[in-house]
């Protein structure tokens, strides 16, 4: 019953892989994200799409797509991997509302590049 | 220079202290705010909004200064279980979210 899961958990690879990060969220929300927490503990976001349609593309390498099957799930696909990869990529998503703008956050996937 | 700016501590404090956290953002078209908690290793979860009139949630008590572009965070008898790091989130406008790097709570015995 977890509201945004994430798979996988851990992720350890080596440079120059291709590697897929999955995110589902059963809350019903329309828009979902991803989001890159650095060793400085620095979170920032990458990407938003909001029912199946990118709205948010901050400036991220075209090594990392984002593909949206449908408004329940989110995936990360990571080209060529760098040793600077090496991070927490958490997924969220929320439901704007008039009053509120909470973004629920999945459990995270820790990525190590080797 | 950033645009959500906070001290990252640790603010080491014993039980039952009070202990202020503050914030500061760049971009004056800044809509809503926010206190995320994120503890050791896990996501981070909103702790609370923040809103101009203050707003105030058991322990916790949020402050916003659109003049000064400045928020807090107050704890009240502080319990173990707030050692945490507490991140200030503005939003900018198109469901964008700008995190600040977190202030580290440190409670002890």
């Known amino acids: 019953d977890t509201a945004v899961s994430q798979t996988p958990k851990y992720l350890v690879t080596q440079m120059g892989n291709d590697k897929s990060i999955k995110c589902e969220q059963n809350l019903g929300h329309d828009t979902m994200y991803w989001y890159k927490q650095d060793s400085k503990k620095f979170l920032k976001i990458m990407f938003s799409?909001?029912?199946?349609?990118?709205?948010i593309n901050e400036t991220v390498p075209n090594r990392f797509s984002p593909k949206s099957p449908d408004k329940a799930h989110l995936n990360l696909h990571i080209n060529s991997l760098e040793l600077g990869d090496s991070a927490v990529y958490f997924c969220?998503?929320?439901?704007?509302?008039?009053?509120?703008?909470?973004?629920?956050f999945g459990p995270g996937t820790r990525l190590t590049v080797t | 220079r950033k645009e959500v700016e906070q001290d990252p501590g640790p603010f080491n404090v014993p039980e039952g202290a009070t202990v202020a956290f503050n914030c500061t953002y760049s971009n004056s078209a800044s809509q809503s705010f926010f206190w995320y908690r994120q503890d050791c290793r896990k996501e981070p979860k909103l702790l609370m909004s923040v809103y101009s009139s203050g707003n105030e949630d058991g322990r916790f008590t949020a402050q916003l200064n659109r003049a000064s572009q400045y928020i807090s965070l107050l704890i009240r008898d502080s319990k173990l279980s707030d050692s945490a790091t507490y991140l200030c989130?503005?939003?900018?406008?198109?469901?964008?979210?700008?995190f600040g790097t977190g202030t580290r709570l440190l409670v002890s015995p």
């Open positions: 989130v503005v939003n900018r406008g198109f469901q964008k979210l700008v």
């Open positions: 799409y909001n029912n199946k349609e990118l709205i």
């Open positions: 969220a998503s929320s439901q704007p509302g008039l009053t509120t703008y909470e973004q629920y």
